[in-house]
């Protein structure tokens, strides 16, 4: 059984920094591609940022590019968004996905967390 947690979440000022984490189990972790993605209230759920298996490759979403960074530690089962400068309009619920194949994509993930809430305060 495929288990994604997050964790990391919480109530941050604008211009901050803030870092989330990915906990997983039950999947090859070395030869998953992961990702993460958020939902605003009344928004649907977009792409933010993923990372191939072997972490050579990244992608971002334009709204994040050079603010946050994904990054991987296999031998801990475990990827990371760190998120600076932080923005009111980066409020939303945070989930990690993991993806079959090898690649990086803003799409098709087969598996998902539960979620972890990042507030940001103007």
């Known amino acids: 059984q495929v288990q994604l947690v997050e964790s990391g979440g919480g109530l941050v000022q604008a211009g901050g920094p803030l870092r989330l984490s990915c906990a997983a189990s039950g999947l090859t972790f070395g030869t998953t591609p992961m990702g993460w993605f958020r939902q605003a209230p009344g928004k649907e759920r977009e792409f933010v940022a993923c990372?191939?298996?072997?972490?050579?490759?990244?992608n971002y979403a334009d709204s994040v590019k050079g603010r946050f960074t994904i990054s991987r530690d296999n031998a801990k089962n475990t990827v990371y968004l760190q998120m600076n400068s932080l923005k009111p309009e980066d409020t939303a619920v945070y989930y990690c996905?993991?993806?079959?194949?090898?690649?990086?994509?803003?799409?098709?993930?087969?598996?998902w967390g539960q979620g972890t809430q990042v507030t940001v305060s103007s």
């Open positions: 990372i191939s298996w072997g972490g050579a490759s990244t």
């Open positions: 996905a993991g993806r079959k194949g090898i690649a990086c994509s803003t799409n098709q993930y087969a598996y």
